[in-house]
């Protein structure tokens, strides 16, 4: 497996605020990645809706993983969801991401965040990451 996708995993073993959600990663590549989050009762807002907050931080989740998978810290400098529909209460929640665009300094990222009911996918949100690439190592032990 690559070294720099691997330091990144890792790193997101330790995000307390995924593990908090119940966020999984289940799949990194160079370009891509898919994750999932099932939607609970504490995810709830005062309409008894899933909370645009849960929702957002998904997309986010697969935002900074993907958004530092080269061994290169990177910071947001921009996100932008779009809420298409409102997801049932309970449902299981995906997001698949890819780069669309990657340079030296910054990289940019669309994210769609779906559920699946009864056999069809039915998006939820989609947002665009731009990242800003600080030239610091996540592991200085690995060169870039």
Do not use: W
Request: proline share 3%; hydrophobic share 40%; glycine share 8%.
């Amino acid at each position: 497996m690559k070294e720099h996708l691997e330091i990144v995993k890792k790193k997101f073993k330790n995000d307390n605020y995924a593990k908090f959600l119940g966020i999984v990663l289940d799949e990194l590549t160079d370009d891509t990645i898919r994750m999932h989050m099932q939607l609970r009762e504490n995810m709830l807002n005062f309409f008894n809706r899933p909370h645009g907050g849960a929702i957002y931080a998904l997309a986010d989740a697969a935002f900074s993983v993907l958004g530092n998978n080269t061994n290169n810290l990177s910071v947001a400098l921009d996100c932008s969801i779009t809420y298409h529909t409102s997801p049932d209460p309970g449902t299981m929640l995906f997001v698949e991401g890819k780069t669309l665009s990657s340079t030296k300094r910054t990289g940019a990222i669309l994210f769609s965040v779906y559920m699946e009911k009864e056999g069809t996918r039915k998006l939820v949100a989609s947002m665009k990451g731009v990242g800003y690439r600080t030239g610091k190592p996540i592991d200085p032990h690995v060169v870039q």
